[in-house]
C-alpha cells in the first residue's frame, strides 16, 4: 500500500536551513504522471501548498516562497527532499509530504496520499 | 496571486444536509478538489475532480460545480463529520496549487 513518512529536524533556529525527507512506499516516482509534493499548516492555520517534483524530475514552487526552496528526488531511495533557507518563527508549521497521482501528465493536480505530517518549530 | 474563497464556519445539526461553498475564478477551467481533516490528523481526500468519490468515503459525500462555485455537500451528517474542509484547485497557468482558507463544520 501507498504510504509517506516525513523525517527531519523538530526545532531550527531562526535564519537556519530546514531540510525534511520525504520518505515513500507503494509507488513510483517514474511512473509517468505521478509527482510528489510539501504542503505546510501553521498551527490553527490554513494548508499552505509549497513545492512538487513530478516523475520527470520538473519543479514547481510556490510563487511567494519560491527563492527560499528547494525540492529534489532520488528515485533509488524513494524520498524527495525539500530544503527551506532563511527560517523565520512565522515559519512554524506542521510539515507535511503528499502524492500526486498519474493525473498529472493531463494538467491535474490533487493530493490521494497524505504523510502523517511532522511539527517544525522555529525559535531560538 | 489566484484565491479561493470558503466560508469560515457552517453549522448543521444531524441528520441535516450540510453544503461548504468554495469560490474562485478559475474553477470553471480547473477542477476542484475537496479534503476533510480532523483535529491532530492529515488530511483526507473526500472529494476528487469537482464530483468523484474516492473509494472509502461515505455516499454521503457529494461534490458539484457551477460556474466560479463549487459546493461540498455532505447529506445526513454524521457527529464523526465535524471537521475542517478544504477546496483546492490549481491555477490556470500551471501546477501551481491553491487551497481555500477552510470552513470549519460544526455538528450541533
Known amino acids: 500500500q501507498v504510504t509517506l513518512r516525513e523525517s527531519g529536524p523538530a526545532l531550527v533556529k531562526p535564519t537556519q536551513t530546514l531540510t525534511l525527507t520525504c520518505t515513500f512506499s507503494g509507488f513510483s516516482l517514474i511512473t509517468r504522471g505521478m509527482c510528489v509534493s510539501w504542503i505546510r499548516q501553521p498551527p490553527g492555520k490554513a494548508l499552505e501548498w509549497l513545492a512538487l517534483v513530478d516523475w520527470d524530475d520538473d519543479k514547481y514552487y510556490s510563487t511567494s516562497l519560491r527563492t527560499r526552496l528547494t525540492i529534489s528526488k532520488d528515485t533509488s531511495k524513494n524520498q524527495v527532499v525539500l530544503t527551506m533557507t532563511n527560517m523565520d518563527p512565522v515559519d512554524t508549521a506542521t510539515y507535511y509530504c503528499?502524492?500526486?497521482?498519474?493525473?498529472?501528465?493531463?494538467?491535474?493536480?490533487?493530493?490521494?496520499?497524505w504523510g502523517q505530517g511532522t511539527l517544525v518549530t522555529v525559535s531560538s | 496571486s489566484y484565491e479561493l474563497t470558503q466560508p469560515p464556519s457552517v453549522s448543521v445539526s444531524p441528520g441535516q444536509t450540510a453544503r461548504i461553498s468554495c469560490s474562485g475564478d478559475a474553477l470553471p477551467k480547473q477542477y476542484a478538489y475537496w479534503y476533510q481533516q480532523k483535529p491532530g490528523q492529515a488530511p483526507v481526500l473526500v472529494i476528487y475532480k469537482d464530483s468523484e468519490r474516492p473509494s472509502g468515503i461515505p455516499e454521503r459525500f457529494s461534490g458539484s460545480s457551477s460556474g466560479t462555485t463549487v459546493t461540498l455537500t455532505i447529506s445526513g451528517v454524521q457527529a464523526e463529520d465535524e471537521a475542517d474542509y478544504y477546496c483546492?484547485?490549481?491555477?490556470?497557468?500551471?501546477?501551481?496549487?491553491?487551497f481555500g482558507g477552510g470552513t470549519k463544520l460544526t455538528v450541533l
Open positions: 503528499a502524492r500526486i497521482p498519474g493525473d498529472s501528465s493531463a494538467g491535474v493536480y490533487y493530493f490521494d496520499y
Open positions: 483546492q484547485s490549481s491555477d490556470s497557468s500551471g501546477p501551481h496549487v491553491v
